[in-house]
């Protein structure tokens, strides 16, 4: 993926955050924004970048389910990204939802690199939605056999 796409990088904090912001010869290349909680993780390592901040904890939270939706449509809306990216976790889950049926933007979630044995909720409940999924190692293959391998996308 080397041309300029519009992305919205959605992921929580903490280990999520890191993963994708190794992905950063990707990301620097693209018009990009990021929704993330507001925890001093994220404020270090996103200081330079456009951040929304997420109602958490998200963790079977209908309640903030509810308000990351509604903010999901207002910055989705706002912002018109092209691609949405994460790698979980329940922020992700209004965001592809109503990035992919109202607004038409392709969705890619990349499996955490520590889940081999049964697929994270959120890969779940995202799955439906789903443009690409992909894998950080060949063993979660057999969770995700239509998956990419994300070194073969580098």
Known sequence: MTSSYKV????SSGGHLTQLHCLDTWWARQ????VCFDKPDARSRLQNERTYWGFFPTNRSILNLLRNGIQAIKILRSERPDILVSTGAGLAVPYFWIGKLFFGCKTIYIEVFDRFD?????????????????????????LYPDARLLGELL
């Open 8 to 11: 919205g990088i959605i992921c």
């Open 118 to 142: 049964t697929p994270s909720l959120s890969a779940r409940l995202v799955r439906p939605v789903l443009d690409q999924m992909v894998i950080q190692r060949e063993v979660q293959r057999s």
């Open 31 to 34: 018009d990009r924004f990021w």
